[in-house]
């Protein structure tokens, strides 16, 4: 019996890692899931009778529909840049701008009577570069928004900013609708990587500047993200962008691994491919900037969330400030759901369906649109669950499995927890399952147990 089991978990094995070797979109861990495809295409009709299914379920059964969250995708930047993983273009004018905001508003017109029981938790305006709107095109945005949806007081209102296009008239406006927190998008301050990457237009006395004004209007959580290993960058150059990031004071920086977007950016910029790159580049280039990493949040009081290796990201809080999780952009929560709005954006319908909306902004006709969607169960959310704890920190409580999901999760993965007791990569240690990932390509090859 244990014979026939190992040969099938050397199978599934071998099956995993020639996927991953496929599989084109690099190491986005949400982007697992994906392996699987989405095997239809929904009108918006139809997706709108799914979420009017389950708002009217959780009605009837009094369910708690408190975790809705709105995401809204601006996908106009003022250039791409070369390590930019999202999905965005070069905004071609002002009209192209009012005609995007103008889909949105329909689109909020056309959800909002299947919505109107629901008081949407945190709102988080991505991209792209959402501060590339006027404070004009911002406030019209936000009016309509707020017309057509009920928010709760209290939740977590996010904007995603390049501090060069970012501006106080826009700040204001998002202060106006109760926005707290926002990201920053910096990535890099060494001039060769800003020049080899296409940012060239980024300037360190305006990101100063732009952080401090953020200050003084008052959000109360002001993020940075950087990223370390650009092409064109050292690990001096990185610690020198973070060193400076770190002495104006945001209340959180998050660290991400450069995840590269396509593998001629590897060919080009490392003469490596894929494999090499996470293989033999990535790992000690990573433990390197994490050294760093460590030596400077000490010095300039910020507390790391944690500095594990295997990790893409690494979220640093500001010691003075009591603010949210520092890794927390926009995953979107467990148990919870995601109405996206615009090009690009993703939603999720907790236990029921995913989809996104993968269409150019061309058009703006919402007749015409199709979502690609698939169905998900609730294992499909425990498995989400478990592979973004592993993107996040190697371990997951076991009794905070049970209290989200109501269920024991050895008993509903045995599989997955035989193959990996059998490679030796989990122990117990007391409530926590702890898994030994080397680096971001396990946590893909071995999470993929969870989703057999
Ligand atoms: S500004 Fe941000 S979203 Fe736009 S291309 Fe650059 S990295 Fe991508």
Redesign the pocket.
């Known amino acids: 019996m244990d014979k026939n089991i190992n040969d099938i978990i050397r199978q599934d094995l071998a099956r995993f890692r020639g996927l991953l070797k496929q599989y084109d979109n690099f190491y986005d861990i949400n982007q697992l899931h994906a392996l699987a495809k989405y095997p239809f295409l929904l009108s918006y009709p139809q997706v709108k009778k799914h979420w009017k299914q389950y708002i009217d379920a959780g009605i009837r059964n009094n369910k708690d529909l408190k975790n809705v969250d709105l995401y809204l995708h601006i996908p106009f930047?003022?250039s791409?840049?070369s390590y930019?993983l999202?999905p965005?273009m070069p905004l071609k004018g002002k009209t192209q701008a009012e005609g995007y905001i103008d889909y949105l508003t329909e689109e909020m017109h056309f959800y909002s009577n299947a919505f109107r029981n629901i008081e949407f938790r945190n709102i988080y305006i991505g991209?792209?570069?959402p501060s590339i709107l006027s404070s004009a095109q911002m406030s019209r945005l936000l009016k309509n928004m707020f017309g057509y949806f009920a928010f709760r007081k209290n939740g977590q209102r996010t904007s995603e900013c390049?501090p060069h296009s970012a501006s106080k008239p826009v700040f204001s406006v998002l202060r106006d609708y109760g926005f707290n927190r926002i990201s920053f998008?910096v990535?890099s301050l060494n001039t060769k990587a800003l020049r080899v990457n296409k940012?060239d237009y980024q300037d360190f006395k305006v990101v100063k500047q732009r952080i401090s004004e953020a200050k003084r209007f008052g959000f109360t959580d002001i993020n940075v993200d950087l990223i370390a290993g650009l092409a064109g960058d050292t690990l001096e150059g990185f610690e020198n962008s973070f060193t400076k990031v770190a002495k104006l004071k945001p209340y959180n920086i998050v660290v991400y691994g450069l995840m590269p977007p396509r593998n001629s950016y590897l060919a080009d910029n490392f003469h490596m491919n894929k494999y090499d790159y996470f293989t033999y580049h990535y790992p000690p280039m990573i433990k390197k900037a994490l050294r760093v990493m460590a030596v400077i949040c000490r010095k300039y009081g910020y507390i790391p969330d944690s500095l594990d290796p295997s990790k893409f990201h690494w979220g640093f809080r500001d010691k003075g400030h009591s603010g949210e999780d520092p890794g927390s952009g926009y995953t979107g929560e467990y148990g919870g759901c995601t109405l996206g709005l615009g090009s690009f954006s993703r939603s999720h319908i907790h236990g029921l369906l995913e989809y996104r909306n993968a269409q150019y902004v061309s058009h703006f006709n919402l007749r015409d649109r199709l979502f690609e969607a698939k169905k998900i169960t609730l294992k499909d959310e425990m498995a989400k669950y478990i592979i973004n704890c592993l993107d996040r920190e190697s371990r997951i409580s076991l009794s905070i499995f049970n209290e989200i999901f109501g269920d024991n999760l050895i008993k509903v993965f045995p599989y997955a927890i035989y193959a990996l007791k059998q490679l030796k990569l989990i122990y117990y240690a007391k409530d926590n399952l702890i898994f030994r990932f080397r680096n971001p390509e396990d946590k893909y090859i071995y999470g993929l147990f969870f989703l057999k």
């Open positions: 930047c003022r791409k840049c930019c999202f965005s991209g792209g570069t390049n998008g990535q940012r």
